[in-house]
């Protein structure tokens, strides 16, 4: 599973522009508008798979670990065994380069390099009596030759089965030893790649929440990377507010603001996170004097208290600032 841990970046249009207009048209100057969120937590799909599984309820409450979405695992399952396979294949191939050859085979080695040992002491022989039947003008100078021919022969073979019955007695080269567990090393790494994928293949919850959302049902066929469960999270909700440019000057980091719901007077007491450098729309050296008063900058809020863990994600809220007696 692949997840990304992001909070929503948009408002609805018709949102934005309501705020710009009563902050551009000064119908409430000690108003700003925004929304109520929570923070988000995107479970992805890693493969573009049937969704075959859904293990949770969308507004079910999970916790971290908790599995919510099965994406059909049959390819990566075989993926996963071919690299077993192979994993196999290559111990049973060091295990035979590190044992040695066969006893068996060392035997046969020995047993024809005697056998050429043997032959080469009869063409010692016949070459030695050619040469004094050739002293004696008995045999020609060819039957010399062939017999010379003959022993040389018989000297290669003797010591090609010499170096084969050392080089099998000896073993195999340390180098290609040391090949074949470097090749092993690296199929067992591609094995625990393989394993990861196919655990990611069941999407679970990262953090503790609320299941918001499936945006794809069952049996659909999502492609790869898509959002596939999206779980509310954060120990508490938390305001996204166009705040206009003249209230720089009177708030900060820490500060206490009045947010307020539709539809209830009574305020919730919130705490400025964080306020963007930059402005939303416009930026600031492009506009002349009386034009800056309506940009807008976006801040975040923190609502702690159990009021605002009732209130539903995406309800429109207001802040106004707090003025000193």
């Known amino acids: 599973m692949v997840l990304a841990h992001?909070?929503?970046?948009?408002?609805?249009?018709?949102?934005?522009?309501?705020?710009?207009?009563?902050?551009?048209?000064?119908?409430?100057?000690?108003?700003?508008?925004?929304?109520?969120?929570?923070?988000?937590?995107?479970?992805?799909?890693?493969?573009?798979?049937?969704?075959?599984?859904?293990?949770?309820?969308?507004?079910?409450?999970?916790?971290?670990?908790?599995?919510?979405?099965?994406?059909?695992?049959?390819?990566?399952?075989?993926?996963?065994?071919?690299?077993?396979?192979?994993?196999?294949?290559?111990?049973?191939?060091?295990?035979?380069?590190?044992?040695?050859?066969?006893?068996?085979?060392?035997?046969?080695?020995?047993?024809?390099?005697?056998?050429?040992?043997?032959?080469?002491?009869?063409?010692?022989?016949?070459?030695?009596?050619?040469?004094?039947?050739r002293e004696k003008n008995l045999t020609s100078d060819a039957n010399v030759e062939r017999a010379r021919t003959r022993l040389d022969q018989a000297i290669g073979q003797e010591e090609a089965s010499l170096e084969q019955l050392t080089q099998l007695q000896r073993g195999y080269r340390s180098e290609t030893i040391a090949q074949a567990k470097a090749q092993l090393e690296a199929e067992q790494a591609a094995l625990e790649y393989q394993q990861t994928l196919l655990n990611r293949y069941t999407v679970v919850a990262e953090r503790d929440g609320v299941l918001e959302s499936y945006p794809f049902k069952l049996g659909d066929k999502p492609p790869a990377g898509a959002v596939v469960t999206t779980v509310l999270s954060g120990?508490?909700?938390?305001?996204?507010?166009?705040?206009?440019?003249?209230?720089?000057?009177?708030?900060?980091?820490?500060a206490a603001v009045d947010v307020f719901v539709d539809g209830d007077n009574t305020p919730l007491e919130g705490t400025v996170r964080h306020i963007e450098s930059r402005p939303s729309f416009t930026p600031y050296f492009a506009l002349a004097e009386e034009d800056r008063q309506r940009l807008t900058f976006v801040t975040q809020i923190d609502l702690p208290g159990e009021r605002a863990h009732q209130l539903p994600v995406g309800i429109p809220v207001q802040v106004g600032l707090r003025t000193t007696p």
């Not at 044992?99 to 024809?112: F, L, P």
């Not at 909700?237 to 003249?246: C, D, S, T």
């Open 235 to 254: 120990a508490k909700p938390w305001a996204r507010v166009y705040i206009p440019q003249p209230w720089l000057s009177q708030i900060n980091v820490g």
């Open 6 to 133: 992001r909070t929503k970046s948009h408002l609805r249009p018709w949102l934005i522009a309501l705020g710009l207009f009563l902050v551009g048209c000064e119908a409430d100057p000690q108003r700003a508008m925004g929304t109520l969120e929570w923070d988000r937590v995107n479970g992805r799909a890693i493969a573009s798979e049937t969704i075959i599984a859904l293990h949770a309820k969308e507004g079910d409450a999970v916790k971290r670990g908790q599995q919510l979405l099965q994406l059909d695992p049959s390819l990566q399952q075989a993926r996963v065994l071919q690299t077993h396979a192979t994993i196999e294949q290559l111990q049973w191939q060091l295990q035979e380069l590190e044992s040695g050859y066969r006893v068996e085979e060392i035997a046969a080695a020995k047993a024809s390099h005697e056998a050429n040992v043997s032959t080469r002491n009869n063409r010692e022989l016949e070459y030695q009596r050619q040469q004094k039947l």
